[in-house]
Structures are given as structure tokens and as C-alpha cells.
């Protein structure tokens, strides 16, 4: 069956949510009945789960062909539905082409088989020991169909062969006291009268529920939440990718999937490029808790044979996004050559940078101050007190120029406010320098300034339709989230500084201007809850306000408790395993067995950080792709692995130690703690192993400045074209206000 031919669902036809929340009541009442019983489950309890299973499985609506595709090269396949973390209950859809059969085998663990459609053919037998060894006798007791509305019951010890009859292709749900992958000893007979028989592994390849690319479309735009998570290293993802996909690399999963997409229910889908990696993404998922994960049907490449589109880059929404305000609102801007004319004229001019900190340290205009996005209304009065200063905004490309600039045009500052066009790329390309190494402190508003800039903040977040709630209101969204209802981030959007001196307990940390310019990195379920906070009035209500208009998410601003709880510290992160963790390495063990060629060392965090500093003589490669390079190691060499702080490093390290049977180690502590110990450490790009696969290669990164002034042209060309891509892709919910009418006049 080919895509084409697979029907689309239409908005408002959720089967998947539908299915999971039938599978999760099954699943209740399964478990009230098993309670502690485990493969000792009798017949009659086993008659009472068969039940409700058959119900199930009347549900055939829920358990359509579409999400369960079998062909002539894959007649027969198994689709994981649910599955407990310690393998526990377990349950499948079997789905065959008419014909179907199965010799006999057991199951070493209680089975409950249930019709949705088709009619399975079961029979049954029973195992006797005969005088010649490795050879049983098959007894046959009992023959039962099993179609919709019938199922049949397994003890651990029974045997049975199946076959679909009636010329019928058929759907079946498999509920197993223990996981698939579990079950290695499992017996399979030569013959239906037993004879010699022998011990068959789990199967290897069970798939997932399919989403067709139609689907998929209409269920972006049903206005119902969805997560659309691309499973590929995130520098493979930015070649080519779905719009309003997030990156959430497979290998990285345990680490950023409870922030990405916090409640379990989430309807998910999975892509990748053509459906290679997506299966293996949805088993962590499952296995970790969400209930709700389907697999795009051919991944990117299926996507774009239906006639979607696919994007380039990175962060790609939020950069679509500015170049709409540009379009749409015409944002005025400035040449660099006109600003460096104006500059060493004296004119009466501020320049500011709305990155990051940490960005514009590492370059900026030697003239420029540090005014990273959602400070820009709150303290750009204590930089241009006068009405008469023009307000010039940069970035390194065009993004957070666009949206800076706008952001002080809409909250009707009254200076003139421009972007300056492309930016420091422009600035180098014109032939100028950069400033290295400059680091200021934000300029603290005084009390005037601050309510002057509330007020405009709050203009213009009401205008975007941003809701203040208070603490009731949060408890009720909290404790809907906690009931798997609706999706709640709650960012604190202040500087890093301001959030670890002090934040609300559970609140992740955001600076406003990220999230604004990379929303897809810390929110990846569309049409969820955002909550922001703040102290002062006015950086949540200027996120809020471009977030509301960015659309695909309700926005609210936290009006704070006169004496909030806050915690000290860094933003906490809770790190999923499904597998043990291997032993750590000490940071000077590891150098020792180095030293004695005893093992060999992997960073595995991030390219750009590995080139800045990493441990003397590692390698560096993206997760995905460390078994080609550890295929030939002896099996007496150590693994050893790092990232920064070591916590990617250990999941990855179990992984691929339950991958490949080597000894792999994770360094404790990470690179911070090797270096730490004054161990050696190099710079460069020596030992980089899988190009850019972990990250989009930025052309600033270039050491030939031909390769970066053509990089830079290049990448600017691709951001002004996003707004013809974008009008492809038709609407994905942008909403822009109107100006104030301060702006206006």
C-alpha cells in the first residue's frame, strides 16, 4: 500500500488521542485485575482481562488499517501500544495479510489475544516430554477463532499455532504479562505434532501506529495539542525538515524530553527522513510513559511526496516570524554604512544588541551595548534618555534585529527606532571588525523608568491578547496538567543572573528574547499553555506579547505573589533511563587508562563545544553514530565517554553499552570535571568525526573569509525567502497587532 493510497483523517478526527485513551482505560482495568500476580495469573482472572480486551478491540474504529499498514514486503508486522518501563504489561497490535500462520511456539508468559478484525485461527496444544531429548510430543486440545468479539486465553506454558482465515487480512490486540523483548525463550516446534524444537529472540523490528502526511497536516491545524518531534541528529534535522517540527534527537531523548514535552498524554508525532530512526524514538517514548506516540508515514521524505513542504535552518518558525513583522509592518532600518557614517559623525545614536549575553561577548559592534530582546522595553530608557536618540537595533543576521526594533516601535518609545539591516554580517561583510571578549552589566531601571515601561508593556500585551492570571488560576492549570489534560510550561523569562538569586519552584528559565527566538527549543507541544513571570512587570508582558502573536499557544503572564517561595540555583534537569546506568569513570582513572592505551575516549555533547576545548586526544561524535566507530574495538578496550557536564554522557553510555556488549564508561563530572583536575585538553577540529550532524554550521565558524562572506550571503538570502516559503505552507497562526497609537503618530 502506498502513501497515496492510505485515507486522511480530517480536523477534529483524532484516533490517535481517542485510542490511547481507550488503551489507558484498558490498561486500569487490566491492572486492577492482575494485581500482583505477575505470570501467576490464573485462567479466570486471565477470562475477566479477555473481557475487556475484546471490548477493546469492538472499538475497531480506534485500530484502523491506515495506522497499521502491512504489504506484500511486510506481510505480517507487530505495533507496540503500550509498554511498562521494567517490561511489564505489554500490549500489540498484530497485524497480517490474509494467510498469516505461524507454527507452534509458546510464550513463557501469560497471553490474551483479541479480534479487532479478521478471523485468527488458534490451536491449541498441549507439551509433553517424550524419551529422546530436545524432541516433545504436541497434544492438540482445543481450536478457537478469534475475530471480533471472541479472544482467547494463553497460560505461560501453553503452545499454539495461528493462522488468518477466511481470506481476510486481520487486526489483533496481544496483551503479555511481560515485554516482547523480554520473552528469549520462547520455543518454536518443527511440526504440529512437536518433534525437535527451538529457542527464537524477541522480534526486532516492532513498529508503531502510522500517521499519513495528510493526517498529519490536518492534525497541525485542528487546534487540539500535538508535539511534532523530528528524531535526527538536530544538524541533519536543519538540512531539511516539517516546518513546525522540534528537534529531539534520538539519542538525546532522556535528557530533554521531559522539558520538550512534559505531559505524558501528549498526542506525539514522530518523524525522521524516511521512517529509520522514528521507530526506535517511539519505543523509548512508550516505554518511558507518553501514551500517545504514531510514526509519520515515510518520515520527511514521505512529506514532501504528498506535496508539503520542508524548510531549511534552524529555529525556523521564530525566523519566519521576523521576517513577516519586517514584511508586514515595514520595520524601518539602517545600512551599515549609513550607521557608520553616523557613528563617526557623533551623532546622537545608540546602538544595541539584542542577543545574548553570552553571544555578544563573544563578538559585537566595538560600539554596541548588551540589550538582549526582553530587556529592551525595560531598560532602553536608562540608555537613550532623550527623545531625540535614535535607537538602532543589531543581531548577528536579520531575526532579533526585526523583532527588537519592533518590539520598542509597538510599545511607542518615543525615539526612532531602526534595525540595522543584516546585521553584524552586513558590519563584517562591508568589510569592518568586530569587537572580541566585551562584557557590561545591564543598565537597572529606576522606579520612573520602570513604570513608564510597564505601562507600555501592558499595552501592548493587551492589545496581543495576553491574559494575566493569578496564583488561582495557575493552581487550577497545574493541577490540570497533573491530571493529563492540558499542557503547562511556566517560564521565568529574567536574566540568568536574576533566575538563579532567586525563582519560583518548577519554573524552568527562558530568557525572554530566546524564547521568542527559539520557541521550538524549549516548547514542543503546539497549542499548549504558556505561563511567563517576572518581578518587575515588564519582561513577561513583552515576551507574552510576541509569543501570543507568533501563535500556536495560549500565553498568560503571572501576576507573582507579593512574598513568593523561590529557590536558588540553576534550572533543575530530570534525566529518564530506561536502562541501568554503567559505572562512572573518575576523570583521572580515565586519563590513566588512556595514558596506558586501555581505552579510548568519545565527546558526545556538541560539536562547537568540542572544538572550544575538549580532552586531549578524544574524538568527537553525535550519539547516533558511535557504534560504526566503536564496530571494530577489541572487546578488552574501555569506552570512555564525556559531555560538559557528564549527564548526557551517562545515558548515552548505557545505551551503547547495551547496544554493543563493550565496557563504556562516562566520565563523572563530564569535561567541566576533567578540566577541573588540570588535565590536558586541546582546541580545534581535529578529531571531529560526523561533520555537522549535531548542529547547524553557523558561517561565522569560518576560517577562510571567502567560505564565511559567501555563508553569510547565502544564509541571508535564505532568511528574506522564508516569507514566500511560509506563504506555501499556508497559515500557521500568525497574528500581528496593530501599532499603539503613540507608534502610530
Known amino acids: 500500500m502506498s502513501l497515496s493510497d492510505l485515507p486522511v483523517e480530517t480536523a477534529g478526527n483524532d484516533i490517535a488521542s481517542a485510542r490511547a485513551r481507550a488503551i489507558d482505560a484498558f490498561l486500569a482495568q487490566a491492572r486492577g485485575l492482575l494485581a500482583d500476580k505477575g505470570d501467576a495469573a490464573d485462567k479466570p482472572t486471565l477470562q475477566a482481562v479477555a473481557d475487556a480486551l475484546i471490548a477493546l478491540g469492538q472499538q475497531k ?49 501469560w497471553a490474551v489475544i483479541a479480534g479487532v478484525e479478521g478471523n485468527e485461527r488458534n490451536v491449541l496444544y498441549r507439551r509433553e516430554k517424550t524419551a529422546e531429548p530436545a524432541r516433545d510430543a504436541l497434544v492438540q486440545t482445543a481450536t478457537v477463532d478469534v475475530a471480533a468479539g471472541s479472544a482467547v486465553v494463553l497460560l505461560p506454558d501453553d503452545v499454539h499455532t ?40 524477541p522480534p526486532k523490528n516492532i513498529r508503531h501506529p502510522a500517521t499519513t502526511p495528510q493526517a498529519l497536516k490536518a492534525a497541525l491545524a485542528d487546534g487540539e495539542e500535538i508535539a511534532l518531534l523530528d528524531v535526527r541528529e538536530t544538524g541533519v534535522f536543519v538540512r531539511s525538515h516539517i516546518l513546525l517540527a522540534a528537534s529531539a534527537p534520538l539519542w538525546r531523548l532522556e535528557v530533554q524530553i521531559d522539558r520538550l514535552v512534559p505531559r505524558r498524554g501528549t498526542r506525539i508525532v514522530l518523524a525522521d527522513a524516511d521512517e529509520s530512526l522514528a521507530h526506535e524514538a517511539a519505543s523509548k517514548l512508550v516505554r518511558l510513559g507518553w501514551r500517545n506516540v504514531s510514526v509519520l508515514a515515510g518520515g520527511a521524505e514521505g512529506w514532501a511526496a504528498a506535496g508539503y513542504e520542508l524548510f531549511s535552518g534552524s529555529n525556523v518558525p521564530s525566523k519566519a516570524f521576523g521576517e513577516v513583522i519586517e514584511h508586514q509592518k515595514h520595520t524601518p532600518w539602517i545600512s551599515v554604512d549609513d550607521l557608520h557614517a553616523r557613528v563617526q559623525r557623533g551623532d546622537d545614536i545608540v546602538v544595541v544588541d539584542s542577543r545574548t549575553p553570552e553571544e555578544f561577548a563573544d563578538f559585537s559592534l566595538p560600539f554596541a551595548h548588551s540589550l538582549p530582546g526582553a530587556e529592551l522595553v525595560y531598560r532602553i530608557q536608562e540608555l537613550a534618555p532623550r527623545p531625540e536618540t535614535l535607537v538602532v537595533v543589531n543581531c548577528a ?9 519592533q518590539t520598542l516601535i509597538d510599545a511607542g518609545i518615543p525615539n526612532k527606532v531602526v534595525s540595522l539591516k543584516d546585521g553584524t554580517m552586513a558590519w563584517l561583510l562591508a568589510g569592518r571588525e568586530l569587537a572580541h571578549g566585551r562584557a557590561a552589566p545591564l543598565p537597572e531601571p529606576g522606579e520612573q523608568t520602570r513604570q513608564s515601561a510597564r505601562a507600555r508593556a501592558e499595552d501592548v500585551a493587551a492589545r496581543a491578547g495576553v491574559r494575566r492570571i493569578d496564583a488561582a488560576t495557575l493552581a487550577r492549570f497545574q ?5 493529563d489534560e492540558r499542557s503547562l510550561y511556566r517560564f521565568d523569562v529574567r536574566t540568568r543572573q536574576e533566575y538563579e538569586a532567586g525563582h519560583l519552584e518548577g519554573w524552568r528559565w527562558a530568557p525572554g528574547g530566546q524564547l521568542v527566538q527559539a520557541t521550538d527549543e524549549y516548547v514542543g507541544t503546539r497549542r499548549a499553555r504558556i505561563v511567563l513571570a517576572d518581578w518587575d512587570g515588564v519582561r513577561a508582558l513583552t515576551t507574552g506579547a510576541w509569543l501570543a502573536q507568533l501563535g500556536g499557544h495560549e500565553v498568560f503572564v503571572l501576576s507573582p505573589p507579593a512574598l513568593p517561595v523561590r529557590v536558588l540555583g540553576p534550572e533543575p ?67 570512555v565517554l564525556t559531555s560538559s557536564d557528564g549527564v548526557l554522557a551517562r545515558t548515552v553510555a548505557a545505551e551503547l553499552a547495551a547496544r554493543t556488549g563493550l565496557t563504556v564508561r562516562a566520565i563523572a563530572g563530564g569535561t567541566q570535571a576533567w578540566s577541573a583536575a588540570r588535565l590536558p585538553t586541546a582546541t580545534g577540529p581535529e578529531g571531529v568525526l560526523t561533520g555537522d550532524d549535531d548542529h547547524w554550521y553557523s558561517p561565522y565558524a569560518h576560517a577562510d573569509l571567502a567560505k564565511r562572506d559567501a555563508g553569510f550571503q547565502q544564509y541571508l538570502d535564505w532568511e528574506i525567502g ?23 503618530s
Not at 514486503?73 to 505461524?102: C, H, I, M, N, T
Not at 534525566?575 to 586501555?598: C, M, N, Q, S
Not at 500568525?734 to 499603539?740: E, F, G, P, T
Open 61 to 109: 474504529s480506534l485500530f484502523p488499517a491506515a495506522h497499521f499498514p502491512i504489504d506484500a514486503a511486510r506481510p505480517a508486522q507487530v505495533y507496540r501500544l503500550a509498554e511498562d518501563a521494567d517490561g511489564g504489561f505489554a500490549l500489540y497490535l498484530s497485524a497480517g495479510l490474509a494467510g498469516k500462520a505461524q507454527p507452534p511456539h509458546d510464550h513463557t508468559t
Open 162 to 201: 495461528i493462522e488468518l482465515i477466511g481470506g481476510q487480512d486481520g487486526r489483533h490486540l496481544h496483551f503479555y504479562g511481560r515485554a516482547l523483548q523480554l520473552l528469549d525463550r520462547r520455543v518454536v516446534f518443527e511440526g504440529k505434532e512437536g518433534g525437535s524444537f527451538r529457542h527464537f529472540a
Open 397 to 405: 543576521g536579520r531575526t532579533r534585529s526585526i523583532v527588537g526594533a
Open 479 to 483: 493541577a490540570e496538567a497533573e491530571a
Open 573 to 639: 534537569v530530570r534525566v529518564l533511563a530506561l536502562r541501568a546506568f554503567t559505572p562512572d569513570i573518575a576523570p583521572r582513572e580515565a586519563a590513566a587508562a588512556l595514558e596506558a592505551g586501555k581505552a579510548v575516549a568519545f565527546d558526545v555533547e556538541r560539536r562547537s563545544a568540542f572544538e572550544r576545548r575538549h580532552i586531549a586526544g578524544a574524538r568527537f561524535a553525535v550519539p547516533d553514530r558511535l557504534q560504526e566507530f566503536t564496530a571494530d574495538l577489541p572487546a578488552s578496550q574501555v569506552v
Open 722 to 744: 522564508l516569507v514566500a516559503q511560509l506563504e506555501r505552507e499556508g497559515d500557521v497562526g500568525i497574528r500581528l497587532v496593530k501599532a499603539s497609537e503613540a507608534a502610530a
